[in-house]
């Protein structure tokens, strides 16, 4: 992206009630927003592209646009700058997402909720990712589009599980390579959608890969309401239902 740009905050009547100014407008932009589930808070990003002086800084605000920190990790830019990333909240808790290292070397990281980096751990992947808070609080969840899920203490960042034996040998692009797409939490479960098609079933405790379910000639993806998964078939428009059998 090119430098400049700031962020704007508007009440539901779409007047502009703040503006978030870019605190460094000749090398970095506002790439995103995302507000906690309640509406209260929101997280936004600015962060420079590929450049030898990178940097990402993130603002907490409250839904007023009233700005109550903000926390630059230099040497490193947000994934989202380069079609990759994400963040999740834990409301009044944490931050978690990733971020680049140089030209590609991913890392997690996590930042409380007085804007304190608590840390910061390598990725052995790249690619675009999904980070998820477990629904207890004690682990995040991360997975690429490169055929990695790993999941890690949420207190210190330690490795609790991870699958690297589906990485691919080489950056370069495969029809071969698992790209994991979508990923939720269920009861004791991890669902991650893989391609177009599939999705594989993990324990969410242990990584222990459950079952891998194929729904061929069907184009599907996840969605969640009110606790439950559904499969959504977009290309024959329905609406299917998902149960784990228990073994």
Request: aromatic content about 14%; some cysteine; proline content about 5%.
């Amino acid at each position: 992206p090119e430098p400049g740009g700031d962020f704007y905050v508007y009440d539901p009547k779409g007047n502009q009630i703040a503006t978030i100014k870019n605190p460094n407008p000749t090398k970095i932009s506002p790439l995103f927003a995302e507000y906690t589930k309640d509406g209260h808070y929101a997280i936004l990003c600015f962060s420079t592209g590929y450049m030898p002086q990178q940097s990402t800084i993130f603002f907490l605000i409250d839904k007023g646009g009233k700005i109550l920190w903000k926390n630059e990790i230099s040497g490193y830019r947000e994934s989202s700058a380069r079609g990759g990333g994400s963040i999740d909240i834990l409301t009044k808790k944490d931050i978690t997402g990733t971020i680049i290292k140089g030209k590609a070397t991913p890392f997690a990281f996590l930042i409380d909720w007085s804007g304190n980096l608590k840390w910061l751990i390598p990725l052995n992947t790249w690619g675009a990712f999904i980070t998820l808070f477990s629904q207890n609080g004690k682990r995040v969840y991360i997975c690429s589009n490169r055929g990695y899920v790993g999941c890690f203490a949420r207190p210190t960042g330690n490795i609790l599980w991870r699958h690297e034996e589906w990485l691919p040998k080489s950056r370069r692009a495969s029809p071969d390579v698992l790209r994991f797409l979508e990923m939720y939490e269920h009861s004791k479960y991890l669902i991650v959608r893989e391609g177009e098609s599939n999705f594989f079933v993990l324990y969410s405790k242990t990584g222990k890969l459950k079952a891998k379910i194929e729904y061929p000639d069907k184009r599907i993806y996840l969605s969640q309401y009110n606790g439950k998964i559904f499969v959504i078939d977009s290309k024959n428009k329905e609406i299917l239902g998902l149960k784990i059998k228990e073994n």
